[in-house]
């Protein structure tokens, strides 16, 4: 019984040495990078510690289409005029805000017009709160008038349903410029709030 506690402690002792003369791997890494020889030219490794940043680097595979026709896609690469407003910064920059003011006058017609048929569904609305308050408010009038107050009343649910599909339709129409407009790369500064009005 004293033999193996005694080695089991031995081992314990060995493992406890050995453990604490290990390096971690954190320092094996930078005496491996340390070590580490240049490699030639034909055999480049490229990692974060020594990407080029002024040079450029060859990818194997074929050649990007732009460079696959370098002669004839010359002659066509001048006459696009991403390439020209590459080529002109101040043009480019008036490119720009020409094709944000566009996107602005779009997207303000688009809100006016969002705005105009919210603000006739909210007439109508109120309108119709005000017969029914007049109708339910008098006893007389709802026993004479009842058939055409029901009439009117499933008209007016009618245009209201028909309205609310209209805005509905403009909203969406609405949200569908402004993805368009910011894939564009024209951010709106404030946020549309026609969406919080129902």
């Known amino acids: 019984m004293k033999h193996t506690k005694l080695m089991a402690i031995g081992t314990l002792l060995l493992l406890g040495v050995s453990g604490a003369a290990a390096q971690s791997l954190g320092d094996y890494a930078r005496a491996a990078r340390k070590k580490k020889v240049e490699p030639?030219?034909?055999?480049?490794?490229?990692?974060?510690?020594?990407?080029?940043?002024?040079?450029?680097?060859s990818v194997v595979g074929p050649p990007p289409p732009a460079t696959a026709n370098a002669g004839q896609g010359a002659a066509n690469a001048s006459s696009t005029p991403a390439t020209k407003a590459a080529a002109d910064?101040?043009?480019?920059?008036?490119?720009?805000?020409?094709?944000?003011?566009?996107?602005?006058?779009?997207?303000?017609?688009?809100?006016?017009?969002?705005?105009?048929?919210?603000?006739?569904l909210d007439l109508e609305q109120r309108e119709f709160r005000l017969r029914a308050a007049a109708y339910y408010g008098d006893a007389g009038t709802r026993l004479r008038d009842s058939a055409q107050f029901d009439k009117d009343d499933a008209q007016y649910k009618g245009d209201v349903d028909g309205k609310q599909k209209t805005i509905d339709a403009a909203r969406q129409e609405f949200d569908e410029m402004q993805e368009q407009a910011r894939k564009a790369g024209i951010v709106e500064k404030d946020k549309d709030d026609t969406s919080d009005k129902k």
């Open 40 to 57: 030639t030219t034909a055999t480049r490794h490229y990692d974060n510690d020594n990407l080029p940043t002024n040079e450029t680097l």
């Open 89 to 120: 910064p101040a043009a480019a920059a008036a490119e720009r805000q020409k094709t944000a003011d566009e996107w602005k006058k779009r997207l303000d017609q688009q809100k006016q017009k969002l705005d105009s048929l919210n603000h006739e």
